[in-house]
C-alpha cells in the first residue's frame, strides 16, 4: 500500500487515540448516515495507441454512506468514510456512437481529519481535510465495445489522493441531527483495455464533488 496513505492513516490515528480527560461532557462518537451523489468533475486523456480521437466519460451515481467520527476534543474529530457506488463509462469523441463502452464500481475509503466551529451549538459548521485509498473493482467492458474491437478486458488501477471536506450538522434533539455534508476527493486511475494482445491505455483523472444529506446521532 502507498507510504504517503499508511503515513496519513498513521496521523488520523494519533488523533483519535489521543487519551480523554476524565471531565469531558461531550459525545466521543458520531455516526451519520447519508445519500450521496457521485459526480465526477473527470478529465480523460486519448486511448492509445489505436484512438488518438477518443476518450471516455464517467457517469454519476447515487448511493447510501456510512461514516464514524471520533471527536478527541470539543473541536477536533476523525471521520472514516465507507461507501461504494457504480458507474458507467461512455465513449467519447471517436467512440462516441458506441454509447456505454464499459462500468466498473468505485470503492473509496476515506479518512479526515475535521475542525468543528461551534460545538456546543444547535447548529455545528466544520471542515476536514485528508486522505482516500480508492478501489476499482468488478470493471467490465460493453458488448458495444466488444463488437466493436473484439473481446477486451478492462482494467483500472488503484488511486491515492487527497480528500476535503465541509458540512454542518443541524440538531433535532440532544442526540440526533441532519447532516449536510460536501466532499472533494482527488482520484486519478489508468484505463487498460487488453483486446488479444494489444493493450490501449489511458488517463483519466475522476476527481468528484461528493454532496450527501443524511442523518446523525452522537453517544
Same mark, same amino acid.
Request: proline fraction near 5%; avoid cysteine; aromatic fraction near 8%.
Given at each position: 500500500?502507498?507510504? !504517503? =496513505?499508511? =503515513?496519513?492513516?498513521?496521523?488520523?490515528? +494519533?488523533?483519535?487515540? &489521543? %487519551? &480523554?480527560?476524565?471531565?469531558?461532557?461531550?459525545?466521543?462518537?458520531?455516526?451519520?448516515?447519508?445519500?450521496?451523489?457521485?459526480?465526477?468533475?473527470?478529465?480523460?486523456? &486519448?486511448?492509445?495507441? *489505436? =484512438?488518438?480521437?477518443?476518450?471516455?466519460?464517467?457517469?454519476? *451515481?447515487?448511493? %447510501?454512506?456510512?461514516?464514524?467520527?471520533?471527536?478527541?476534543?470539543?473541536?477536533?474529530?476523525?471521520? /472514516?468514510? /465507507?461507501?461504494?457506488?457504480?458507474? @458507467?463509462?461512455?465513449?467519447?469523441?471517436?467512440?462516441?456512437?458506441? #454509447?456505454?463502452?464499459?462500468?466498473?464500481?468505485?470503492?473509496?475509503?476515506?479518512?479526515?481529519?475535521?475542525?468543528?466551529?461551534? %460545538? @456546543?451549538?444547535?447548529?455545528? $459548521?466544520?471542515? !476536514? +481535510?485528508?486522505?482516500?485509498?480508492?478501489?476499482?473493482?468488478?470493471?467490465?467492458? *460493453? !458488448?458495444?465495445?466488444?463488437?466493436?474491437?473484439?473481446?477486451?478486458?478492462?482494467?483500472?488501477? @488503484? *488511486?491515492? #489522493?487527497? &480528500?476535503?471536506?465541509?458540512?454542518?450538522?443541524? @440538531?433535532?434533539?440532544?442526540?440526533?441531527?441532519?447532516? /449536510?455534508?460536501?466532499?472533494?476527493?482527488?482520484?486519478?486511475?489508468?484505463?487498460?483495455?487488453?483486446? #488479444?494482445?494489444?493493450?490501449?491505455?489511458?488517463?483519466?483523472? /475522476?476527481?468528484?464533488?461528493? $454532496?450527501?444529506?443524511?442523518?446523525?446521532?452522537? =453517544?
Amino acid at each position: 500500500m502507498n507510504k !504517503g =496513505f499508511l =503515513f496519513a492513516a498513521g496521523a488520523v490515528l +494519533a488523533a483519535i487515540t &489521543a %487519551p &480523554a480527560h476524565a471531565a469531558d461532557d461531550y459525545q466521543h462518537w458520531i455516526v451519520r448516515l447519508r445519500a450521496i451523489r457521485v459526480t465526477p468533475t473527470e478529465r480523460t486523456g &486519448a486511448i492509445l495507441p *489505436s =484512438f488518438p480521437t477518443a476518450h471516455t466519460g464517467v457517469t454519476n *451515481s447515487y448511493a %447510501p454512506e456510512v461514516d464514524f467520527t471520533y471527536m478527541a476534543t470539543k473541536h477536533v474529530g476523525a471521520e /472514516l468514510i /465507507l461507501g461504494t457506488t457504480e458507474h @458507467d463509462i461512455n465513449g467519447r469523441g471517436a467512440l462516441d456512437s458506441l #454509447g456505454k463502452a464499459g462500468h466498473t464500481w468505485v470503492l473509496p475509503p476515506t479518512l479526515t481529519l475535521q475542525y468543528h466551529f461551534l %460545538p @456546543d451549538g444547535h447548529v455545528r $459548521p466544520y471542515v !476536514g +481535510a485528508g486522505i482516500n485509498y480508492t478501489i476499482f473493482y468488478s470493471e467490465k467492458a *460493453s !458488448g458495444a465495445l466488444q463488437d466493436a474491437i473484439g473481446k477486451t478486458k478492462l482494467g483500472l488501477s @488503484d *488511486s491515492v #489522493g487527497y &480528500a476535503l471536506q465541509a458540512g454542518v450538522d443541524i @440538531d433535532i434533539s440532544r442526540r440526533v441531527f441532519v447532516n /449536510l455534508d460536501l466532499k472533494y476527493l482527488d482520484i486519478d486511475t489508468k484505463a487498460r483495455l487488453t483486446t #488479444g494482445s494489444l493493450v490501449n491505455r489511458e488517463r483519466v483523472h /475522476l476527481d468528484p464533488l461528493v $454532496p450527501g444529506i443524511g442523518i446523525g446521532m452522537r =453517544f
